[in-house]
């Protein structure tokens, strides 16, 4: 319950404060009750809208590339999965299902991208728009996940909590940023008020 008060109480973002509660509600069950792996239902759709809302707000690739199948302790296991694809096979076994009431309140960015946007592009430019946008989203993550394993490397060969500027002034741009952030985040720093600037 604690977890959740926090909603009432935020300003702002009320999906936002939503995610966090839950996030942290997920993450005490790792910590306090010896989980190891949190499983979450996101499915295909859900990635690629927040693929596009994360495009809409000027992320990078890493932010692009939205909802990992696997991302620290959490596991999406639907993530390749359609939503109609996860009706159907309940539909086919007599397994009812909920939808929360908050998921057709237009007044959250989600909900617009979900009903409105999503479907027009889909109607405007390609019918196949979600299994489109979910390749770009796997292309996205490999080289990711490339760019990821070339920063750890080499932070790994710094000293704790500072960088070398002088050599990484010789690294193209996208890797300098790209350290940058990794280091931050090595120092639990979760970025979300980090600016390009």
């Known amino acids: 319950f604690t977890h959740f008060e926090a909603v009432r109480s935020a300003e702002g973002n009320v999906e936002a404060a939503g995610r966090d509660a839950r996030r942290r509600f997920f993450q005490s069950l790792v910590d306090e009750d010896g989980f190891t792996r949190i499983a979450l239902a ?58 929360d009431s908050s998921n057709l309140d237009m007044s959250f960015a989600r909900n617009r991208m979900r009903h409105e946007i999503v479907p027009r592009l ?36 710094q000293e ?10 010789k690294f193209p741009l996208a890797l300098e940023r790209r350290l940058i952030r990794s280091a931050l985040q090595r120092s639990g720093c979760d970025l979300r008020n980090l600016t390009s600037e």
């Not at 302790?73 to 939808?99: C, H, K, M, N, Y």
């Not at 704790?160 to 002034?169: A, H, I, N, R, W």
């Open 42 to 99: 996101h499915n295909r759709e859900d990635r690629v809208e927040t693929f596009l809302l994360h495009l809409m707000r000027g992320a990078g690739s890493e932010g692009l590339v939205s909802m990992a199948p696997v991302a620290g302790t959490t596991v999406r296991p639907l993530i390749e999965a359609s939503r109609g694809e996860i009706e159907s096979f309940l539909r086919d076994r007599g397994q009812a299902w909920r939808t």
């Open 122 to 157: 889909a109607s405007l430019f390609n019918t196949r728009v979600v299994e489109t946008l979910t390749r770009t989203i796997t292309i996205l993550q490999e080289e990711d996940q490339w760019m990821r394993q070339v920063a750890d490397s080499w932070l790994e060969t």
């Open 160 to 169: 704790p909590d500072s960088l070398d500027v002088s050599q990484m002034e």
